[in-house]
Every structure is written in structure tokens, then in C-alpha cells.
């Protein structure tokens, strides 16, 4: 691997408390504000996999299939409105809507991992820009499902069909993968956890901020690195994935529909879909492998204009986005592209360091290799646990580890010399039942009783480094760590 390249994602800074002045008033379908469909255009730049879950196991590799409809490919609206919505979020300085399957950790370890005001809202009282325009459910009363009140969004996507391409043709591509021997399944490799800090949390704990993968044109390249580095690294456990994905240069055709948004929620809905001119979204699987990078483009946008301002029954008016002209640009300078970009950004320094940093990571076109840590660098490399994610992307590969000074022998000043810290003996250990254990950020708990909370554990504290399973019987050590007791020298019985 070469040393230096980057780190295929990386995170988008927190600009300060967001706001959460937005209101619900109960009566979405209001005759104010602005009422319409934008329809847009999707053009694939690197494959494209978006799927069902779906595999076949053949032998050493596994077959993943892509969503379909009649033999063709669509993408789902909800893929699209979580994309979208992710930059709406960023660039409005809202809140972490939905604290998705990359952190676990800020999930066990309770919101205080979030900057306050960035955890998802909770009230339909205090919303942030995002969730009054996609949506929200209040978190309840504690009294059951029914004490949860649900904010229908004022922004809809339609499913993305195929509009031109090879039909019915998809183009197979090669991703690493591992046989899992403790499941029997052929799982894919995948990405340095939260549970490895240094590179998702700060130094006092909080996470560093959104995270989103860089693009690069050279995917295939990317992929050959990993093929090549993974298959020496597993030997016999090394399997392929095999994702059947649509090619380079299929377009898809899908509308984006919205209902009383003002003036500035529009603006940020065009933002989250078309983005900047030399920017481009990520959708779909494989993305730290350069797979899935698309570009939106509004085509054409339908207003409805109500009976006050027509004088007569309300209408709907046209605009097509793809004729120059002030013609194609008569919605209060709304849909001026050069417009809604400056508008959305402007908000001061911080807000200005945000945006540089979300145009640098979703910059396109690009020809960079990205490349992950692998688990030799992590296990071997001085010091790898303590270089922070801002080190790596700059270079930093090896970190002194630095100790604390011995303490000199013989009496000290101010008494006898403190006893010395032994193993801990065969009467130490202790046994229990694995609580719960988290395969993908390697961590768990054990029970311990009278404590609801159990026993810290990490993978790297179990004996071979094996995963452990929720009931499994374990035997154990009490050790110290950075934040209290943990099990250390576990034995899986």
C-alpha cells in the first residue's frame, strides 16, 4: 500500500448551534408558499449498484443483485431523499437527522458524542430547516409508540427509472470480500469503525463532524489496490463480491415534488439535488471504492400559482430549466442557479468554512486513489492508534508512543514506595455471560450482577480476537481503561 494515499472519507466540520426555530402548525397543505415538481435527470459517472439484499453464493464469490423493476433499474425513492437530504442538512446547518449504521458508537454511548443541537429533533415545537422539510417523529412521552407524534415532510421523491443506457445490461464489477468462518458467509471488507476513535472522534469525544466519501474517476484502479492487497492479506479466507451494477453514462429520470416551502427551503431543495457545477453526489454501494458517484440536473420545474396571484382559478406555470434566457427564470430569481448557491452559504465565516470543506470532499471530477488503513497498519504500525484522522490525510504514518516517566525506586518523597502492580492471578478471574456485542464496531459488554450497564469489552482484550456472541459464556480479568473497569484477558469458554 502506499503510505501516502488518503483515507477515503473524511467529515465535514459542525458549524455551531444550529437553529431549531421551525414550527409545525398542523395544516401542511397551506395556499403559501411555493407548490410544485422539479423534474431532474440523474447521469451515472461511476458504476452504479443500488440493491435488494439480495446475493447468491457461488463457490468463493458472492453474487449481489441490483434493484429492478420489469428487468430494468430504478433507484428507490427513499436512497435518493436520504442522499439529497444529507447535503440539505450540511448546507443548512441542521441537525444529524438520522444517526445512521456509520455510528454505533454515538448510538450506545448516548448523544453526548453530538455537539448539542446536532442530535436528531425531537419536537415538533423546535425543528431544524431539514426536518420541517423532510419530515420527523417526536420521540415520544416514554408511554409506547402511540405518545409519538409524526411530521409528514413537505418534500416527496419518486422512484428513478432508467430513461436511456443499455437496457437489461448491467456491468459486473469485482469488490474484496472474506469468508466470515464463524457464519459461513462471505462478507465484505469494510472501513476503519468509530471504535477506532482517533479518526471519527475529537479529542474530548465529540464525533468530528458529517461524514462523506471523496469521489475519484479512478475506481478501477482503487478496486485493483484492494483486490491485490486484501488477497495477500486473507490467502484462502480472500472471496470476491460481485456487484452487478449499471454502467458509466445511463441516465435516470425521476421528479422531485414539494408543497408550501418558502423561498429559502427551495433554494436549499435545489442544492441538496444539483449541487454546485464541479461537485457530483455519491448514491448506492461501494463508495469508498470510487463506485456510485452521480450528477442531478433540473430539467424542468412546474409552480403552482394560486388564485390571489392569477386573479382567476389557480394554474399550474412551466419553466424549462435547459433554455437560456430570462425566460427560464422568472420565480423570483428562485431557480437563478448562480442565485440559490449564494444564497444558501450566506451566513458568515463559519458557514463558509463548511462549504469549502463539502466542495473539496464532493469535488468532480477528481483522479485520486483513496485507500483505507488496512488491519496490519492498525496492528503494526508505532503508534497508529494515536493519529488522528487531520494526521493520516496529511501524511502521518508512524507516532512515537509516548510514556510516562518510571518513577525512580527506592522510598519516594512523601512516603514508601506504593506496592507494585502484579498480574492478576488465577483467583481474579472471574466469570460471565456476554451481554451484548457489537461485531462491526468490535466492542461489547458483559453482564455483571446488580448493574444494568455490564463490563466494557474489546476485541482486542479477547484471547485470539474473536467476536463474541450475545449469552456467550466468557472468563475474565478487571483491568483499567481510559474511562473506567473493562474485561481484559477474556477467554470465550
Known amino acids: ?169 448491467f456491468q459486473e464489477v469485482e469488490l474484496p470480500g472474506r469468508f466470515n468462518k464463524r457464519e459461513g458467509t462471505i462478507a465484505p471488507i469494510g472501513s476503519p469503525k468509530p471504535a477506532h476513535e482517533t479518526f471519527y472522534f475529537s479529542e474530548n469525544g465529540q464525533c468530528l463532524g458529517r461524514k462523506f466519501y471523496y469521489r475519484t474517476r479512478l475506481w478501477s484502479d482503487t478496486l485493483r489496490r484492494y483486490q491485490t492487497a486484501y488477497r495477500q492479506a ?19 429520470a425521476f421528479k422531485a415534488r414539494f408543497l408550501s416551502l418558502s423561498e429559502g427551503e427551495l433554494d436549499h431543495l435545489l442544492y441538496g439535488l444539483c449541487l454546485e457545477d464541479g461537485m457530483c453526489h455519491h448514491l448506492g454501494y461501494g463508495k469508498p471504492f470510487g463506485l456510485g458517484s452521480v450528477k442531478i440536473e433540473a430539467k424542468s420545474v412546474r409552480v403552482l400559482r394560486s388564485e390571489s396571484e392569477s386573479k382567476g382559478p389557480a394554474l399550474y406555470l412551466y419553466y424549462d430549466l435547459t433554455q437560456s434566457g430570462p425566460e427560464a427564470f422568472q420565480i423570483w430569481d428562485t431557480l437563478d442557479r448562480e442565485g440559490y448557491e449564494v444564497r444558501v452559504w450566506d451566513r458568515g465565516q463559519p458557514a463558509q468554512q463548511v462549504h469549502q470543506k463539502l466542495a473539496d470532499i464532493l469535488k468532480w471530477p ?36 509516548t510514556t510516562s516517566p518510571r518513577p525512580p525506586r527506592g522510598p519516594t518523597p512523601t512516603g514508601p514506595r506504593p506496592p507494585r502492580e502484579t498480574a492478576p492471578s488465577p483467583s481474579d478471574r472471574r466469570r460471565g455471560r456476554v451481554q ?36 456467550q459464556e466468557v472468563e ?18
Open 1 to 169: 500500500m502506499d503510505e501516502l494515499l488518503r483515507n477515503p472519507y473524511d467529515f465535514v466540520p459542525f458549524e455551531g448551534s444550529p437553529r431549531h426555530d421551525f414550527k409545525a402548525n398542523g395544516q401542511h397543505a397551506t395556499t403559501e408558499g411555493l407548490t410544485g415538481e422539479i423534474a431532474c435527470e440523474l447521469t451515472v459517472l461511476t458504476p452504479l449498484f443500488v440493491g435488494t439484499g439480495q446475493r447468491i453464493e457461488q463457490g468463493r464469490q458472492a453474487l449481489f443483485h441490483p434493484a429492478v423493476v420489469r428487468d430494468e433499474p430504478y433507484i428507490p425513492a427513499k436512497s435518493l431523499k436520504g442522499m439529497v437530504r444529507s447535503v440539505v442538512e450540511t448546507a443548512s446547518n441542521s441537525c444529524m437527522g438520522a444517526l445512521s449504521e456509520e455510528y454505533p458508537r454515538i448510538r450506545i454511548l448516548g448523544t453526548r458524542r453530538v455537539p448539542p443541537g446536532y442530535s436528531p429533533c425531537t419536537s415538533v415545537r423546535g425543528l431544524c430547516l431539514a426536518c420541517a422539510m423532510f419530515g420527523m417523529v417526536e420521540a415520544g412521552d416514554g408511554t409506547g409508540e402511540e405518545s409519538k407524534v409524526a411530521l409528514a415532510g413537505r418534500v416527496w421523491l419518486s422512484d428513478a427509472h432508467l430513461s436511456s443506457g443499455r437496457s437489461g445490461k
Open 234 to 252: 486473507f490467502g484462502e479466507d480472500y472471496r470476491m463480491i460481485v456487484l452487478e451494477t449499471v454502467p458509466v453514462g445511463a441516465t435516470f
Open 366 to 401: 477528481r483522479d485520486e486513489v483513496f485507500f483505507y488503513p488496512d488491519f496490519t497498519w492498525f496492528r503494526h504500525t508505532e503508534g497508529s492508534g494515536n493519529i488522528t484522522l487531520a494526521e493520516y490525510q496529511q501524511g502521518v504514518r508512524s507516532k512515537p508512543i
Open 436 to 471: 451484548r456485542f457489537d461485531p462491526d464496531s468490535s466492542y461489547g459488554f458483559i453482564e455483571v450482577p446488580g448493574q444494568q450497564r455490564g463490563l466494557f469489552v474489546h476485541i482486542n482484550n479477547v484471547r485470539g480476537k474473536v467476536r463474541l456472541r450475545p449469552g
Open 476 to 493: 475474565y480479568s478487571i483491568g483499567s481503561g481510559p474511562k473506567g473497569d473493562q474485561a481484559v484477558d477474556v477467554q470465550p469458554l
